[in-house]
Structures are given as structure tokens and as C-alpha cells.
């Protein structure tokens, strides 16, 4: 082969060599499943509306069951739907997977929802609440 043969190769070569590389970092920006529902959901969340938000954040987390902040806002979603008995299950698996949230958040965003409901305890369950409250 002569050095113009050689010359050619070497550039098919390294266009070669660049169109690859240029396609397999195309697909670095990409978001996955579970973060484009996260991110829709936090859009719905932001603009209140929450029970648009809820099914966004719930596909979220099956996508990634270890998506802490999708627990995070479906908590919160229920919690200002004030379906906060579904709220429970999301927010004890925010404060397990979430390092990223506080558990002093999550359990402050508890005691609201305790607190909310407090008027539906019966008086000796009300008392209990106010003791529990004065010792923390």
C-alpha cells in the first residue's frame, strides 16, 4: 500500500473512531425513567397540582425502588391531598433510602401530619400526644 493508500486509511480510521465516540456520548445526557418521572411529577407538585403529581412519582419509584426523593413527594402529594394514611408507607421509605432529605424533615412533615389529625384522637390519645410533644 503507498502512502496515499495509508493516508486515506488512517483518516477512515479516525473518522471512524470519532463518529463513535461522538454517538456513545450522545446517550450521557440522557435522563432515566425514573428521573423523568420524578421530574414531571416535581413540576406538578410545584404548581399544586398534587393528585396529577402522585401517579408520576408512583411510576417513579418503580422504576428505581431506591428513588428516596420520589418517596419524599408522593408522601407530601398524599399528605396535602390529606390522604396522609397513605403518606406513611412513602415517608418511611424516604427516611430509609434518602440520606439526601433530613430525617428531622421527614419526621417534622410526621408530627404535621399527627398534628392535623389530632382532633379525631380520642382524650386519652390527645393527652399522650401533648406529653410526647412537651418531652421532644
Known amino acids: 500500500m503507498d502512502s ?3 493516508a486515506g486509511l488512517i483518516r477512515t480510521v479516525l473518522a ?3 463518529l463513535c465516540a461522538t454517538l456513545s456520548c450522545a446517550g450521557l445526557g440522557g435522563k432515566s425513567p425514573a428521573q423523568s418521572e420524578f421530574d414531571t411529577g416535581l413540576s406538578l407538585f410545584n404548581r399544586g397540582r398534587f393528585e396529577e403529581a ?3 412519582f408512583e411510576r417513579a ?3 428505581d425502588p431506591e428513588f428516596g426523593d420520589a418517596y419524599f413527594y408522593l408522601a407530601r402529594s398524599y399528605i396535602n391531598l390529606d390522604r396522609w394514611e397513605e403518606a406513611l408507607y412513602p415517608l418511611r421509605a424516604a427516611m430509609r433510602l434518602s440520606p439526601g432529605i433530613s430525617q428531622e424533615e421527614i419526621t417534622d412533615l410526621m ?4 398534628l392535623r389529625h389530632a382532633t379525631e384522637l380520642d382524650p386519652d390519645s390527645q393527652e399522650q400526644l401533648r406529653e410526647m410533644l412537651k418531652a421532644r
Open 16 to 18: 471512524a473512531v470519532l
Open 54 to 56: 402522585v401517579p408520576h
Open 111 to 114: 408530627l404535621d401530619v399527627l
Open 61 to 63: 419509584t418503580e422504576h
Open 4 to 6: 496515499m493508500g495509508r
